[in-house]
């Protein structure tokens, strides 16, 4: 009988360094390939909505700052709808993306959005979930985007009836999804690991 000799298991291709060549190549000093690198700007001024800015950092384990990740934000605009083709319960604001892309900074691992605050979105199930915006982060390191979503502060009343902050177990742990507020900036640090580990979501 002839023996089959089997192959061992290719090695797992993590996000980078190479990430930020395909996503944000005008970041990277690469010209010529799109005039602004996509999702740099998220609203006009023509946008509808209360202004905002979500900025924050990412943490590994070590507590130590990833300054070369990638992150990607959705979200409903003000009215709470998507600028989706799947969107069938009305028009979203034609001035708003609800996309949005950003690298963290070489310097000091900030991303930052300006873009509005969002409305109240439908659960699947038809209660009413409360203003979020949804992230997805890559770096190396990373095999597979982390996506986790960031509530707002002063939404107390929304977040308490949100279908899914109420599905987290350990409630201790919700509060790693509340960005905090100062004026109109809202900061949403994201922890991969370790104690402040951030609540991220299997989509």
């Known amino acids: 009988m002839q023996e089959l000799g089997y192959l061992k298991e290719t090695p797992s291709q993590t996000a980078g360094p190479y990430v930020h060549i395909g996503l944000t190549p005008n ?3 690469i010209g010529g390939v799109y005039s602004t690198d996509l999702g740099t ?26 300054k070369d990740a990638v992150v990607e934000i959705w979200q409903a605009d003000s009215a709470g ?10 028009t979203a604001d034609p001035n708003f993306t609800g ?8 310097e000091d691992g900030v991303f ?11 659960y699947k199930d038809g209660r009413w979930m409360a203003p979020h915006i949804t992230l997805w982060i890559v770096a190396r390191g990373i095999n597979i985007g982390l996506q986790t979503r960031m509530y707002f502060p002063d939404e107390a009343e929304a977040n308490a009836e949100d ?5 987290i177990e350990h409630r201790d742990r919700v509060a790693t999804l509340i960005a905090s507020q100062e004026g109109s900036v809202y ?9 402040k580990e951030t609540v991220f979501l299997d989509i």
């Open 27 to 29: 970041f990277c000093g």
């Open 41 to 66: 700007s998220m609203i006009n001024d023509k946008t509808i909505g209360e202004r905002i800015t979500v900025r924050g950092r990412i943490f590994d384990g070590a507590d130590t700052l990833v």
């Open 81 to 90: 709808f998507y600028n989706s083709p799947s969107e069938l319960r009305g």
């Open 99 to 106: 996309w949005g892309r950003c690298p963290t900074s070489a």
């Open 112 to 122: 930052r959005f300006e873009t509005v605050k969002p409305g109240r979105v439908p």
């Open 163 to 167: 279908p899914l902050l109420a599905r």
């Open 187 to 195: 900061t949403f640090d994201v922890h991969l690991q370790g104690d």
